[in-house]
């Protein structure tokens, strides 16, 4: 069974970009967090993605969130990925796919793909919104903003 909004958000912690041991807990409880994951670093619809949420980091700071992208891609990966496309965000490597299995992020593609699904946290650690659309990033994004804003507003 798959995570579903109001499940709290399991914990876990991963490298970023930069080398930096990133834990989930030390952002759940001051900030909405957005936890996305990702097929694979300087793809088409993942560069796409990375981008949308690059784009709108200034409207999702004011909104108080942190961002975290997850592919299971290495750590040098994700850097050369950041600095390509300037991303000011963290991109986390889970290289074994444990958080990825944690979540239960369900596979496209007969199982070739990991799937492309986005989770909203808010600040009390549970899961408020999923957005699972393999094929059309740019709605992850569009999602997101609309969730956001929404729990902002309450």
Known sequence: MSISIGDTCPDFSLKNQNGEMINIKDYIGSKHVIIYFYPK???????????????????????????????????????????????????????????????????????????????????????VHIINNQMNPDKHIEETIKTITSLAAN
């Not at 965000?89 to 074994?96: A, I, P, R, Y």
């Not at 979540?103 to 600040?123: D, E, S």
């Open 41 to 127: 670093d300087n793809t088409p619809g993942c560069t796409k993605e990375a981008c949308s949420f690059r784009d709108a980091m200034q409207e999702l700071n004011t909104l108080d969130c942190a961002v975290f992208g997850i592919s299971a891609d290495s750590v040098a990966s994700h850097k050369k990925f950041a600095d390509q496309f300037r991303l000011t965000f963290n991109l986390l490597s889970d290289e074994g796919n444990t958080v990825r299995k944690s979540f239960k992020v369900p596979a496209n593609l007969f199982g070739l793909i990991p799937g492309r699904v986005t989770y909203i946290v808010n600040k009390e650690g549970k899961i």
